[in-house]
């Protein structure tokens, strides 16, 4: 099986997208939609929902945001048990485009600790896809919030090269829980490096799509120098261990 782990659905607010489903190659994908990200998080958990009632082969991610919309507190909580029920495999948190910071939010620890107790994977992203035009997360709020949860499942996404590798590498080799998808690693042989250092079984298959060409980001792991058994847990072994598939 071929497992997408970062895909969305909806639409892009800064240039034209066409939305091909999984026709780059996938049998399954991890979807969150672009509503979340831009627009009101809750409309776009719900949008989410619906697009995975619709078709069986795509799996929700929660993207989830602050409930404190107003200088006042938040009169409700974030209620877990409905999108369990609704299905929902694991959460995503965009806090450069939602306009909190991770570290000074209680709710954040609380939703990292809730993850935790589900056995729900966390993406974190750098960056939403890789353009030097998106707003990034420092990458010091990235290592602080991993090892302040270090019983987190993590999904680092959005990592592209140099320090920012390096960076998810060593946390890669510190803590088994942390894993990273290739959406954004666009260095000449980096899948094969990243194998060679850190071995396959934290690697994820990611794409972007449909903002990002998913066939593209496909043919990076296929045609990466590495073994059969690598590229099977890159693809989707891991995923599928991640989020509990048969």
């Known amino acids: 099986m071929i497992l997408d782990i970062n895909a969305f659905i909806g639409k892009w607010p800064y240039w034209p997208v066409v939305e091909n489903g999984l026709d780059y190659g996938c049998d399954r994908a991890a979807i969150c939609s672009t509503r979340s990200v831009f627009v009101n998080w809750e409309d776009g958990n719900r949008e989410t929902a619906r697009a995975c009632r619709e078709d069986g082969r795509l799996?929700?991610?929660?993207?989830?945001?602050?409930?404190?919309?107003?200088?006042?507190?938040?009169?409700?909580?974030?209620?877990?048990?409905?999108?369990?029920?609704?299905?929902?495999?694991?959460?995503?948190?965009?806090?450069?485009?939602?306009?909190?910071?991770?570290l000074y939010q209680a709710w954040v620890d609380q939703v990292l600790e809730e993850a935790r107790a589900r056995g729900w994977p966390?993406?974190?992203?750098?960056?939403?896809?890789?353009?030097?035009?998106?707003?990034?997360?420092?990458?010091?709020?990235?290592?602080?919030?991993?090892?302040?949860?270090?019983?987190?499942?993590?999904?680092?996404?959005?990592?592209?090269?140099?320090?920012?590798?390096q960076l998810a590498t060593t946390l890669l080799l510190q803590n088994p829980n942390v894993h990273i998808e290739t959406s954004c690693i666009m260095g000449f042989d980096a899948i094969a490096k990243l194998v060679e250092q850190c071995g396959?079984?934290?690697?994820?298959?990611?794409?972007?799509?449909?903002?990002?060409?998913?066939?593209?980001?496909?043919?990076?792991?296929?045609?990466?120098?590495?073994s059969g058994a690598d590229r099977d847990a890159i693809l989707g072994a891991n995923a599928c261990h991640l989020l509990a598939l048969d």
């Open 200 to 226: 396959s079984g934290q690697i994820l298959f990611g794409t972007g799509a449909p903002i990002q060409h998913g066939r593209a980001n496909l043919e990076k792991i296929l045609r990466a120098k590495i």
């Open 59 to 102: 799996l929700p991610f929660a993207c989830l945001g602050t409930l404190e919309l107003s200088h006042g507190r938040a009169a409700r909580d974030y209620d877990f048990g409905a999108y369990a029920a609704q299905g929902f495999r694991g959460i995503r948190l965009y806090p450069q485009h939602h306009t909190y910071h991770p």
């Open 122 to 165: 966390v993406l974190l992203p750098l960056r939403i896809i890789m353009n030097w035009g998106m707003p990034l997360l420092d990458l010091g709020v990235i290592e602080t919030l991993v090892k302040r949860h270090p019983a987190v499942t993590w999904i680092l996404a959005g990592i592209n090269y140099f320090h920012e590798l």
